[in-house]
């Protein structure tokens, strides 16, 4: 080789090295350390559970049975508490969807009906791609199909994800084994620097099973001593389909399991707390916990999640635990999960993606008013023609898949049984302005492409009761698929 390609060789070498560090330094410097007033502290670590299908009411503190909860309302009480938090959508893709990239279900695209899925659009960002680009690690611990990185996109920007999605309801990965996941993840990581981890609880999504020492103290008495369960497959299928009307004891009994699992969900949060703590200096930790969506006992005729917006589906439990940076606290003004991820970059001095459209919790939470507040938008329908939901100011409108619509005063009427859209015109055609205003351009964005599952991922979809053939009847002739 000649001395002048000698030369050029270790020129380039050296040039490649300086453009390697400079790459690194900024995210090393972000990742571990960041200047604040003055004063330089590490990034937090960020744990983010969402409880499947848990009530916001279900929870001790917001009108469940005392005692129930004790774990998730002492990490309340340390935190800010949100008593009027919404999702965007009744069921599980749509709703972690916009949870974790800040946008409505008809922006990011994830969603669709039974049995044609939705992916989230390619040009979504996430909160999760904010941390990494900081430095952070992000690990996903989830337990059910639609949150698959590989099928539909929602946990695709975790840097590694823990899956376990099964071929039935009854063999779900338990709570115990997803916090003995959590565990060992922080044990083999914590030590790294910075880390985002998701961690979704499968319980207490039906089939309802608690363990033993949960059944015995939540059940209903015939059932403390049994191995009774309710929300099988075949059971869901039946009820979606009309064969099967649960009559009221039933669906006391079914609630009594679901809240035996709501206690067990806590017990585990409480373990994956304190196992948190082990790994992390106080001030050093943000916990967040909420829930994907409800669940419905009959509360308007209906059984499970997925075909409604009322609130038991769409109100979801909220808390935010950031020592040093959120004044604890408790918080009735409505909120989305659209202001999730915003909040979380806030708290962690962390660039907001230009693409969330929610809007940090920070002010509100530490005490500043607001003077609008902040409307929900909800769409979707796991089995037929979509639906649509505005709450705003105390006011909920819904538009059915027909078009028709309902209006419920939230203050007067909180269960939602009272429609008065044909005594409140004005109000209803107010409400339904804006809800247009908001959801304009939406529709013509027609992100989320259609999602080719593999045989595998069907089957397992259908396993749990989500494929075809085993939905709602039609409502009407337009209560198909549009
Ligand atoms: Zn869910």
């Given at each position: 080789?000649?001395?002048?390609?000698?030369?050029?060789?270790?020129?380039?070498?050296?040039?490649?090295?300086?453009?390697?560090?400079?790459?690194?330094?900024?995210?090393?410097?972000?990742?571990?350390?960041?200047?604040?007033?003055g004063e330089t502290k590490r990034l937090p670590n960020v744990v983010l559970v969402i409880?499947?299908?848990?009530?916001?009411?279900?929870?001790?503190?917001?009108?469940?049975?005392p005692g129930a909860t004790p774990y998730v309302e002492k990490i309340a009480a340390q935190?800010?508490?949100?008593?009027?938090?919404?999702?965007?959508?009744?069921?599980?893709?749509?709703?972690?969807?916009?949870?974790?990239?800040?946008?409505?279900?008809?922006?990011?695209?994830?969603?669709?009906?039974?049995?044609?899925?939705?992916?989230?659009?390619?040009?979504?960002?996430?909160?999760?791609?904010?941390?990494?680009?900081?430095?952070?690690?992000?690990?996903?611990?989830?337990?059910?199909?639609?949150?698959?990185?590989?099928?539909?996109?929602?946990?695709?920007?975790?840097?590694?994800?823990?899956?376990?999605?099964?071929?039935?309801?009854?063999?779900?990965?338990?709570?115990?084994?997803?916090?003995?996941?959590?565990?060992q993840w922080m044990e083999e990581n914590a030590s790294d620097g910075p880390f985002f981890?998701?961690?979704?609880?499968?319980?207490?999504?039906?089939?309802?099973?608690?363990?033993?020492?949960?059944?015995?103290?939540?059940?209903?008495?015939?059932?403390?001593?049994?191995?009774?369960?309710?929300?099988?497959?075949?059971?869901?299928?039946?009820?979606?389909?009309?064969?099967?009307?649960?009559?009221?004891?039933?669906?006391?009994?079914?609630?009594?399991?679901?809240?035996?699992?709501?206690?067990?969900?806590?017990?585990?949060?409480?373990?994956?707390?304190?196992?948190?703590?082990?790994?992390?200096?106080?001030?050093?930790?943000?916990?967040?916990?909420?829930?994907?969506?409800?669940?419905?006992?009959?509360?308007?005729?209906?059984?499970?999640?997925?075909?409604?917006?009322?609130?038991?589906?769409?109100?979801?439990?909220?808390?935010?635990?950031?020592?040093?940076?959120?004044?604890?606290?408790?918080?009735?003004?409505?909120?989305?999960?659209?202001?999730?991820?915003?909040?979380?970059?806030?708290?962690?001095?962390?660039?907001?993606?230009?693409?969330?459209?929610?809007?940090?919790?920070?002010?509100?939470?530490?005490?500043?008013?607001?003077?609008?507040?902040?409307?929900?938008?909800?769409?979707?329908?796991?089995?037929?023609?979509?639906?649509?939901?505005?709450?705003?100011?105390?006011?909920?409108?819904?538009?059915?898949?027909?078009?028709?619509?309902?209006?419920?005063?939230?203050?007067?009427?909180?269960?939602?049984?009272?429609?008065?859209?044909?005594?409140?015109?004005?109000?209803?055609?107010?409400?339904?302005?804006?809800?247009?205003?908001?959801?304009?351009?939406?529709?013509?964005?027609?992100?989320?492409?259609?999602?080719?599952?593999?045989?595998?991922?069907?089957?397992?979809?259908?396993?749990?009761?989500?494929?075809?053939?085993?939905?709602?009847?039609?409502?009407?002739?337009?209560?198909?698929?549009?």
């Open positions: 080789m000649s001395w002048s390609r000698m030369i050029w060789n270790l020129l380039t070498r050296a040039r490649g090295l300086a453009m390697g560090v400079a790459r690194v330094l900024p995210i090393l410097g972000v990742a571990f350390l960041v200047a604040c007033g409880g499947d299908t848990l009530r916001a009411d279900a929870l001790s503190f917001q009108g469940g049975m935190g800010v508490q949100f008593t009027q938090a919404r999702s965007h959508a009744p069921w599980t893709l749509p709703s972690t969807a916009s949870l974790l990239s800040s946008l409505h279900p008809l922006e990011h695209g994830a969603g669709g009906q039974v049995p044609r899925f939705k992916k989230m659009d390619e040009s979504v960002t996430t909160i999760t791609r904010t941390f990494k680009d900081a430095g952070y690690k992000t690990h996903a611990i989830v337990n059910v199909t639609f949150l698959d990185p590989r099928a539909l996109g929602v946990t695709r920007d975790f840097d590694t994800v823990d899956n376990r999605s099964f071929e039935s309801n009854l063999e779900t990965r338990i709570a115990r084994d997803t916090t003995a996941a959590a565990l981890l998701l961690v979704h609880y499968f319980d207490p999504h039906c089939v309802y099973a608690p363990p033993k020492v949960f059944r015995e103290r939540w059940a209903a008495e015939p059932d403390k001593a049994t191995d009774w369960t309710f929300g099988t497959r075949e059971q869901m299928i039946a009820i979606r389909q009309g064969a099967l009307v649960p009559d009221a004891e039933t669906i006391a009994r079914a609630y009594a399991l679901y809240r035996g699992e709501v206690a067990y969900f806590d017990a585990e949060v409480g373990r994956l707390e304190a196992g948190l703590m082990a790994h992390s200096a106080e001030g050093d930790t943000i916990f967040a916990l909420t829930s994907d969506h409800g669940e419905e006992f009959m509360d308007h005729a209906g059984f499970e999640h997925g075909h409604s917006l009322f609130d038991e589906l769409v109100r979801v439990p909220l808390i935010l635990r950031a020592p040093g940076r959120l004044t604890p606290g408790v918080i009735d003004a409505p909120v989305r999960h659209i202001d999730v991820a915003p909040t979380l970059a806030e708290l962690c001095n962390l660039p907001v993606p230009a693409q969330f459209v929610g809007r940090s919790l920070v002010g509100l939470a530490n005490g500043e008013s607001e003077d609008v507040p902040r409307g929900t938008l909800a769409h979707g329908n796991f089995w037929g023609a979509p639906l649509d939901s505005w709450t705003k100011g105390g006011w909920k409108l819904i538009r059915k898949g027909d078009g028709s619509l309902m209006l419920f005063d939230l203050r007067e009427d909180p269960k939602e049984l009272v429609d008065l859209s044909s005594t409140k015109e004005e109000r209803v055609k107010s409400m339904l302005a804006e809800m247009e205003t908001v959801t304009k351009g939406m529709e013509a964005l027609n992100r989320g492409t259609s999602a080719s599952l593999d045989a595998a991922t069907k089957s397992r979809l259908e396993a749990l009761g989500y494929g075809p053939g085993e939905g709602r009847r039609p409502e009407s002739a337009e209560d198909g698929e549009k």
